[in-house]
């Protein structure tokens, strides 16, 4: 009794922008209420369109798929971090920013640790969403991946340009990445719990999710 449930899940729809070089999503009708008596719809989209987990095998080559990994992965008390003044469009977050918003490793081992910058409330429905967005530094990603969260939950994308080092570097030590979230900013910084179950797709790189924050009163 008394708590409160945050949905940090972007919207859906054949608008949501995908990653560049990936099909934007399609819903097109199976059934019609009308003709058939049941509405059904069929879906075509990239599984790292939307809000999505990474798995490790999404760049790792013996990496774990999204099924393998331990569903208590996916439901961890959460802590954020407040970036929204040291982010800026276009630039890297590097460490120097985290550890001003108070980025302490002992705090987030085993945790979901969310990077709040406010970018994807801006632009989730704008193909600046990608490019113009700040992205992690090398030193941020490595000693992230250091810390050992259990998932990284982010607003912004993690990598700015091929060949995606920063998701080496964080999918190489386990960190799962919760990418495409929005409402960060609205959460504590801490005293929250997290659930983020992806769909089980047999064998995948990764898998849609929709995130939950639980809040106290």
Not at 164 to 177: E, Q
Request: charged share 25%.
């Amino acid at each position: 009794m008394g708590k409160r449930l945050l949905d940090l899940t972007m919207p859906f729809s054949e608008k949501t922008i995908p990653v560049p070089g990936h099909p934007c999503p399609r819903l097109e009708p199976l059934t019609t209420l009308e003709r058939d008596g049941v509405r059904n719809t069929t879906m075509t989209f990239s599984i790292h369109t939307g809000t999505h987990i990474d798995a490790p095998s999404h760049f790792i080559k013996d990496g774990a798929t999204i099924d393998e990994v331990p569903i208590e992965r996916f439901r961890r008390p959460g802590v954020r971090l407040d970036l929204r003044e040291l982010a800026e469009p276009g630039a890297p977050i590097s460490l120097e920013h985290l550890e001003k918003a108070g980025f302490d490793p002992s705090e987030v081992e085993g945790a979901i640790l969310m990077l709040a910058t406010g970018w994807s409330d801006q632009a989730w429905e704008s193909e600046k969403l990608y490019g113009a967005n700040p992205y992690l530094a090398r030193d941020a990603a490595s000693a992230l991946a250091e810390a050992s969260p259990s998932a990284l939950g982010l607003d912004f994308a993690v990598d700015d340009t091929k060949p995606w080092p920063n998701h080496t570097i964080l999918l190489g030590a386990d960190v799962l990445l919760i990418e495409n979230l929005m409402r960060l900013p609205d959460l504590p910084r801490d005293g929250f719990e997290v659930t983020a179950f992806p769909l089980r797709l047999v064998g995948e790189n990764g898998g849609p999710t929709r995130v939950v924050a639980e809040l106290g009163r």
